[in-house]
């Protein structure tokens, strides 16, 4: 079974920035296209960003476009997620699976525990 082991989540103030992390135990590691969501209280998860195998084409949602930087080192089994100009409405845990087709479904039938995220105003 695939594990997902994201972290790098925080506190921050609003501007700031943080780095997520995601490794992920499968030894196909580079053959997946990867993508980063996050869920809060009050909404059901979300998708956020996407790259695909080769880290050639990356893919942001309205909400993280012009501030998300989604990466990946296939040599680590990682996928990173740079955030930049953090808002208050960031808030959430964040989390990482492998995503597929047009709309960028999860992939992996389990998830990680995921990183809170918290965006002070």
């Known amino acids: 079974q695939v594990q997902l082991v994201e972290s790098g989540g925080g506190l921050v103030h609003a501007g700031g920035s943080l780095r997520l992390s995601c490794t992920a135990s499968v030894r196909t590691f580079s053959t997946y296209a990867m993508g980063w969501f996050r869920q809060n209280p009050e909404k059901e998860r979300e998708f956020v960003a996407a790259i695909n195998w080769s880290g050639g084409n990356t893919f942001y949602t309205d909400s993280g476009k012009g501030r998300f930087t989604i990466s990946r080192d296939n040599a680590k089994n990682t996928v990173y997620l740079q955030m930049n100009s953090l808002k208050p409405e960031d808030t959430a845990v964040y989390y990482c699976?492998?995503?597929?087709?047009?709309?960028?479904?999860?992939?992996?039938?389990?998830w990680g525990q995921g990183t809170q995220v918290t965006v002070s105003s």
């Open positions: 699976n492998a995503v597929r087709g047009s709309d960028f479904s999860p992939l992996f039938g389990s």
